[in-house]
């Protein structure tokens, strides 16, 4: 019987990290995400749990450090925002080559500048290109879930990547709302012991851990790092089948909104998929068939997967919380746009950048976007393929 | 009552307007209704403007935009009248709650002819008497969850009771004050 | 990644699916296996009549290449020796010499 709580976005993933006992967390606090080691430093002083916890001098030094802690051997994590993945720039490419199974709990908020606080996906979008397996959340249930799944694909023989875990900065970190929690005893049998196979603290095996690559091996080592990458597809299907088996919740790469039947479609990331929702469900009271793409998963970047439930779509809306400042689509729009042409869609596509800093989106911008998307495929009118929408404008 | 409540409050940082939402928030999860407390953040300043929200209903709440048409408004500091369209996209057949010590007539110009219900409760003087400091988020609380009718008196006592023997379990001797503030609140709001 | 990878089973010429995972290595001590000596362009000649066995020499040497027995130096591990010439200037007794060529 699941426990009915109220949490934070950011106590639930807390609480995700207290009932999984990694080994291992160094963390330097940064906003929205400093409430993660906060929480989790508090479970270690009352005798909670007994991860070691390592206060750094910055998120470098984390990232370095629980990097160091993975190849050891320990079950390892760090949390943080914006600059502060920033800083960990080169390690997030050092722990993706090394293999190793880190779960980075990550709160988005925009990447300076100017500077600001509030969300976007600034932060992860541009590290989408580091090896880093990412998983997106709309609310706090799904960051919770997600993290009480990603030791299971990191650790998996066929995988061995580090995950990111996404959560929308404030809009779920910091809201209150209900939950259903997972019994202690559930979660240790569904997250499992970590038995590494290649460790540095092994006693029997000596091994060597980044090593250098002359040019002869480079690109051969790559090629199994991204054949990993996609083995992940099918781990992180199965693992959320097992995880809906246990908890009544199951979790694909993306998650399909009213859109057997839809006209036309959504493609987005994150929290403002809720509000979506309520968008649809009033057009769909209208009669507009409108559904829903939430993708969950943005590496690997389910792209064969997404175009195949987009196939019946007249209209598709590609929403990106991040500027990629090609000047021509966001990271969504640049990635999925691709595909569709890959697959021969003749999908009109627009892609709206919103949110950028923590500006609000509504069920109104949802309302409007569909508006101009019929326009578009019914009666021919040509909007720009990629504008802004809640910009003030002259 | 509708299908989903919308509150939004106004207060100043230091005040406490977020964490009487957290706690409205709280309270009627207890209840067993779906539930959302968040505040809008910015740069948090002792006295800058605050402005946090709740969402309350029987169904999953899937929104997460602001609110901009509330059932209700409360407003913590009257101060923020002169500054901030307290009553923007506030539902007529709502109500607006205002912590004040001067009477109704002279709110009312104050609000850009809204022609809702309008409460008023002095929670300065409650919680000064009741706690020997000024502490409006209680007094609020109470006064809202009467308004608004999220909840009923009795259950509403006893949850916060709860709550606060959890809060304030280092230092029970605050409980009865907040007890008595909320109380006072529930009787003293008038319309 | 399979528990039985030797390193010696990895070259420049094996595809992709033989490399380890991040290029691991599931030995110690490899570089043994890797035969520097043939970069060499100086090789330096050990004379024992002269030598002491004072062994300033073997601690300086960089490649680990003059190997000790029961406190007592032995001639020049060649496989490994680049041919620096480091042991050369340091020893006190001209017992090392440098000769060109390998």
Redesign the interface.
């Known amino acids: 019987m699941a426990i009915r709580e109220r949490l934070s976005g950011n106590e639930a993933v807390a609480y995700a990290i207290k009932q999984v006992n990694p080994d291992v967390m160094p963390a330097f606090p940064i906003t929205p995400s400093t409430e993660i080691p906060q929480l989790v430093a508090s479970y270690i002083s009352n005798g909670d749990i007994d991860t070691e916890f390592i206060p750094v001098e910055s998120e470098h030094s984390a990232m370095s450090a629980t990097i160091g802690a993975s190849a050891a051997g320990a079950r390892a994590l760090t949390a943080t925002s914006s600059c502060g993945m920033a800083l960990m720039w080169e390690l997030l490419y050092v722990a993706a080559s090394n293999r190793l199974p880190i779960v980075l709990t990550l709160v988005n908020r925009a990447l300076s500048g100017p500077i600001n606080i509030n969300c976007d996906h600034s932060d992860s979008m541009g590290a989408r290109d580091s090896g880093w397996i990412q998983i997106y959340a709309e609310n706090n249930q799904e960051a919770y879930d997600n993290f009480l799944q990603a030791y299971r694909i990191s650790e998996h023989k066929d995988v061995h990547l580090p995950v990111m875990i996404c959560q929308d900065g404030f809009i779920t970190s910091h809201a209150l709302a209900n939950i259903e929690l997972i019994e202690d005893d559930k979660v240790k049998s569904f997250v499992g012991e970590y038995e590494p196979e290649h460790y540095l603290l092994n006693d029997d095996e000596n091994i060597a851990i980044g090593p250098y690559a002359v040019s002869n091996y480079y690109m051969e080592t790559k090629k199994g790092q991204i054949t990993a990458m996609r083995n992940a597809k099918k781990v992180i299907q199965e693992i959320g089948k097992e995880f809906g088996a246990m908890s009544g919740r199951s979790y694909g790469l993306f998650e399909e909104y009213k859109l057997d039947d839809a006209d036309y479609a959504f493609v987005m990331i994150g929290s403002a998929a809720g509000t979506t929702k309520d968008a649809i469900d009033e057009l769909r009271e209208q009669g507009v068939k409108v559904g829903l793409l939430k993708i969950r998963v943005f590496r690997p970047f389910p792209a064969d997967e997404m175009t195949a439930a987009l196939k019946n779509v007249k209209g598709i809306a590609i929403m990106d919380r991040a500027e990629s400042f090609s000047g021509q689509s966001g990271p969504i729009a640049s990635e999925l746009g691709a595909a569709l042409f890959m697959a021969k869609s003749e999908a009109k596509v627009i892609n709206y950048i919103y949110g950028l800093g923590g500006r609000d989106y509504t069920v109104d911008n949802a309302k409007d976007i569909v508006t101009e998307l019929r326009d578009y495929v019914e009666k021919g009118t040509e909007p720009e393929q990629y504008k802004y929408i809640g910009l003030r404008s002259r | 009552m509708k299908d989903t409540v919308e509150i939004r409050w106004h207060g100043r940082g230091g005040q406490g307007a977020k964490t009487a939402a957290l706690l409205l928030a709280d309270v009627c999860f207890k209840h067993g209704k779906n539930v959302q407390g968040f505040p809008e953040y910015g740069p948090e300043r002792m006295g800058a403007p605050i402005t946090a929200y709740n969402r309350i209903s029987d169904h999953e709440l899937r929104v997460h935009s602001n609110i901009y048409d509330p059932d209700y408004v409360v407003v913590v500091d009257e101060t923020l009248l002169e500054a901030i369209d307290v009553t923007a996209g506030l539902n007529p057949n709502g109500a607006i709650v205002i912590n004040t010590t001067r009477p109704k007539e002279e709110i009312i110009p104050h609000l850009k002819g809204y022609e809702g219900k309008v409460y008023t409760i002095d929670a300065r003087r409650i919680s000064e008497e009741a706690l020997g400091k000024y502490f409006p988020n209680s007094p609020m609380l109470a006064a809202i969850v009467a308004v608004s009718g999220v909840m009923e008196k009795d259950e509403f006592m006893s949850q916060m009771r709860d709550s606060y023997q959890h809060k304030f379990a280092k230092k029970p001797e605050v409980i009865d004050g907040n007890m008595k503030a909320l109380e006072m609140a529930f009787s003293e709001v008038t319309a | 990644?399979s528990?039985v990878i030797d390193y010696k089973n990895i070259t420049?010429s094996?595809?992709?699916?033989d490399?380890t995972?991040?290029?691991?290595?599931?030995?110690?001590?490899?570089s043994v296996s890797f035969k520097t000596g043939e970069w060499r362009t100086n090789t330096p000649v050990f004379d024992s009549e002269k030598c002491t066995q004072c062994l300033l020499c073997t601690p300086v040497c960089p490649d680990s290449s003059i190997p000790v027995v029961n406190k007592k130096r032995q001639d020049f591990d060649y496989d490994h020796c680049k041919g620096c010439g480091i042991c050369a200037a340091v020893c006190p007794f001209g017992a090392i010499t440098m000769r060109e060529g390998q």
């Open positions: 990644m528990n420049e094996s595809p992709w699916q490399i995972e991040g290029n691991q290595i599931y030995q110690a001590a490899t």
